[in-house]
């Protein structure tokens, strides 16, 4: 379970996330300003820094853009469709768990604050 929740915090460099992806450093940083469901932290010297669950978004873009088709609005109307039927299928408690991307940056810019403060 521990390690489960290591994995979910574990945070992928951009370069790390291309290769697994696929993808050229360009493309990712396009589908950043297109998709709102990507905006990931950046290091104190501008590094982009992706958490898992961005990565698995990513992947789903991927499919979504490449091997479905679909355009880049319709891989977004997608998405969404997809989040809310998630977020609907969740028990309550569930989903108070299943964060935003806004409050999982949030979390993540205050804990890198935190460990500024820390040095």
Not at 4 to 32: F, M, N, S, T
Not at 54 to 61: G, Y
């Amino acid at each position: 379970m521990a390690r489960a929740a290591a994995e979910e915090e574990k945070l992928y460099k951009i370069g790390e996330v291309c290769k697994v992806a696929d993808l050229q450093p360009y493309v990712l940083r396009y589908w950043e300003t297109e998709f709102p469901q990507l905006s990931p932290n950046k290091s104190g010297g501008g590094q982009r820094l992706y958490t898992k669950r961005e990565l698995d978004i990513i992947l789903r873009i991927k499919d979504l853009l490449y091997k479905e088709g679909f355009t880049i609005a319709g891989a977004k109307k997608k998405l969404e469709t997809d989040n809310d039927l998630e977020r609907r299928a969740l028990s309550p408690s569930e989903s108070r768990q299943a964060e935003s991307p806004s409050l999982q940056k949030i979390k993540r810019e205050l804990r890198e604050l935190l460990e500024l403060l820390r040095e």
